[in-house]
Protein backbone atom coordinates (compact mmCIF):
# COMPACT_ATOMS: atom_id res chain seq x y z
CA UNK A 1 0.00 0.00 0.00
CA UNK A 2 1.46 3.24 -1.13
CA UNK A 3 1.40 6.36 1.03
CA UNK A 4 -1.53 8.07 -0.14
CA UNK A 5 -3.41 5.10 -0.28
CA UNK A 6 -2.61 4.66 3.46
CA UNK A 7 -3.65 8.53 4.36
CA UNK A 8 -6.83 7.67 2.74
CA UNK A 9 -7.75 4.65 4.63
CA UNK A 10 -6.07 6.27 8.00
CA UNK A 11 -8.51 9.25 6.82
CA UNK A 12 -11.83 7.19 6.51
CA UNK A 13 -11.27 5.31 10.24
CA UNK A 14 -12.93 6.74 12.86
CA UNK A 15 -11.62 8.17 16.37
CA UNK A 16 -11.81 4.49 17.83
CA UNK A 17 -10.09 2.92 15.10
CA UNK A 18 -7.22 5.18 14.63
CA UNK A 19 -6.51 4.76 18.59
CA UNK A 20 -7.10 1.04 18.08
CA UNK A 21 -4.44 0.74 15.41
CA UNK A 22 -1.83 3.49 17.01
CA UNK A 23 -2.29 1.34 20.71
CA UNK A 24 -1.36 -1.68 18.76
CA UNK A 25 2.00 -0.27 16.73
CA UNK A 26 3.07 0.76 20.28
CA UNK A 27 2.14 -2.73 21.82
CA UNK A 28 4.01 -4.49 18.19
CA UNK A 29 7.33 -2.18 19.31
CA UNK A 30 6.72 -2.92 23.11
CA UNK A 31 5.98 0.51 24.22
CA UNK A 32 3.42 0.89 27.33
CA UNK A 33 0.80 3.43 26.74
CA UNK A 34 2.54 6.37 29.12
CA UNK A 35 5.23 4.81 29.93
CA UNK A 36 7.75 7.10 27.81
CA UNK A 37 10.52 5.03 26.07
CA UNK A 38 10.95 1.57 28.05
CA UNK A 39 14.36 0.41 28.67
CA UNK A 40 16.75 2.88 26.48
CA UNK A 41 20.24 0.69 26.47
CA UNK A 42 23.46 1.93 25.55
CA UNK A 43 26.19 0.51 23.84
CA UNK A 44 28.24 3.73 24.24
CA UNK A 45 29.06 5.11 28.34
CA UNK A 46 29.91 8.65 27.17
CA UNK A 47 26.08 8.69 25.22
CA UNK A 48 24.80 6.95 28.01
CA UNK A 49 26.11 10.02 30.54
CA UNK A 50 25.37 12.30 28.08
CA UNK A 51 21.76 11.30 28.13
CA UNK A 52 21.81 11.15 31.70
CA UNK A 53 22.98 14.72 32.38
CA UNK A 54 20.08 15.98 29.51
CA UNK A 55 17.30 14.57 31.60
CA UNK A 56 18.76 15.74 35.03
CA UNK A 57 18.90 19.20 33.17
CA UNK A 58 15.28 19.11 31.48
CA UNK A 59 13.78 18.25 34.92
CA UNK A 60 15.18 21.21 36.45
CA UNK A 61 14.47 23.85 33.22
CA UNK A 62 11.72 26.41 32.88
CA UNK A 63 10.41 27.14 29.44
CA UNK A 64 7.61 30.36 29.42
CA UNK A 65 5.03 28.19 26.62
CA UNK A 66 6.30 25.15 26.24
CA UNK A 67 5.56 22.56 28.92
CA UNK A 68 6.97 19.21 29.87
CA UNK A 69 5.36 16.32 30.79
CA UNK A 70 6.40 15.18 34.39
CA UNK A 71 8.80 12.64 34.69
CA UNK A 72 11.17 10.24 36.23
CA UNK A 73 13.64 8.48 35.33
CA UNK A 74 16.49 5.47 36.41
CA UNK A 75 20.04 4.99 34.92
CA UNK A 76 22.21 2.03 35.55
CA UNK A 77 24.40 -0.20 33.99
CA UNK A 78 23.79 1.61 30.59
CA UNK A 79 20.20 1.53 30.92
CA UNK A 80 17.84 4.64 31.13
CA UNK A 81 14.47 3.50 31.97
CA UNK A 82 11.96 6.15 32.44
CA UNK A 83 8.31 6.84 33.24
CA UNK A 84 6.44 9.96 32.44
CA UNK A 85 3.48 11.59 32.52
CA UNK A 86 0.36 11.06 30.39
CA UNK A 87 -0.61 13.91 28.29
CA UNK A 88 -3.83 13.87 26.53
CA UNK A 89 -4.53 15.95 23.27
CA UNK A 90 -4.06 16.56 19.95
CA UNK A 91 -0.77 17.10 17.60
CA UNK A 92 -0.31 20.71 17.25
CA UNK A 93 -0.93 22.37 14.06
CA UNK A 94 1.57 24.29 12.22
CA UNK A 95 0.80 27.15 12.47
CA UNK A 96 1.27 27.21 16.37
CA UNK A 97 3.98 25.43 16.54
CA UNK A 98 5.59 28.23 14.04
CA UNK A 99 4.63 30.40 17.43
CA UNK A 100 6.59 29.01 19.49
CA UNK A 101 9.96 29.14 17.52
CA UNK A 102 11.27 31.61 19.54
CA UNK A 103 11.02 29.67 22.56
CA UNK A 104 12.49 26.18 21.36
CA UNK A 105 15.28 27.36 18.36
CA UNK A 106 16.01 31.21 19.28
CA UNK A 107 15.83 30.58 23.28
CA UNK A 108 18.61 31.85 25.12
CA UNK A 109 20.24 28.18 26.03
CA UNK A 110 22.52 26.15 24.49
CA UNK A 111 19.73 23.53 25.44
CA UNK A 112 16.70 23.07 23.64
CA UNK A 113 14.11 20.39 22.24
CA UNK A 114 16.01 19.35 18.92
CA UNK A 115 13.39 17.34 17.07
CA UNK A 116 10.64 19.64 15.33
CA UNK A 117 8.74 16.63 14.23
CA UNK A 118 4.92 18.04 15.00
CA UNK A 119 3.93 15.04 16.67
CA UNK A 120 6.15 15.96 19.55
CA UNK A 121 3.78 18.38 20.75
CA UNK A 122 0.59 18.10 21.96
CA UNK A 123 -2.34 20.40 22.70
CA UNK A 124 -4.01 19.70 25.70
CA UNK A 125 -7.91 20.29 24.62
CA UNK A 126 -9.25 20.36 28.19
CA UNK A 127 -9.09 20.03 32.31
CA UNK A 128 -6.24 21.41 34.02
CA UNK A 129 -4.01 22.33 31.45
CA UNK A 130 -6.53 23.25 28.27
CA UNK A 131 -4.75 25.02 25.54
CA UNK A 132 -1.00 23.96 26.82
CA UNK A 133 1.29 22.72 24.60
CA UNK A 134 3.35 19.80 25.72
CA UNK A 135 6.65 18.57 24.47
CA UNK A 136 6.63 14.99 24.74
CA UNK A 137 9.71 13.35 23.08
CA UNK A 138 12.08 13.94 26.17
CA UNK A 139 14.99 12.55 24.33
CA UNK A 140 15.22 14.99 21.91
CA UNK A 141 16.53 17.85 24.94
CA UNK A 142 20.05 18.24 23.98
CA UNK A 143 22.31 20.76 23.66
CA UNK A 144 22.52 22.36 20.05
CA UNK A 145 23.55 25.34 19.00
CA UNK A 146 21.15 28.07 17.95
CA UNK A 147 22.51 27.95 13.90
CA UNK A 148 22.04 24.34 14.19
CA UNK A 149 18.31 24.29 15.44
CA UNK A 150 17.76 26.49 12.90
CA UNK A 151 18.83 24.74 9.81
CA UNK A 152 17.04 21.34 12.14
CA UNK A 153 13.45 23.35 11.97
CA UNK A 154 13.70 23.44 8.74
CA UNK A 155 14.41 21.00 7.66
CA UNK A 156 11.41 19.35 10.19
CA UNK A 157 8.85 22.23 8.85
CA UNK A 158 9.05 21.03 4.89
CA UNK A 159 7.44 17.71 6.41
CA UNK A 160 4.29 19.39 8.91
CA UNK A 161 1.74 19.57 6.03
CA UNK A 162 3.25 15.40 4.49
CA UNK A 163 0.26 13.03 5.23
CA UNK A 164 0.95 10.33 7.91
Known sequence: MNKEERTK???????IQRQEL????????????????PNNK??????????VE???????????????PQFTFEASN???????????GRVVKPRKL???YEEL?????EYSFCDYTIDNFIKVRQGEYQGSVF??????????PVENRKVLWERYKKRWHEPI
Request: charged residues 40%; positive net charge.
Open 98 to 100: EKL
Open 9 to 15: KFKSMTS
Open 54 to 68: NLERLQEEKFSRIKV
Open 135 to 144: AIDLSSYKKE
Open 42 to 51: YDNKEIFHRD
Open 22 to 37: ILKKMKDKGIEVGSGI
Open 105 to 109: VLRDS
Open 78 to 88: NIIQYTCQFVK
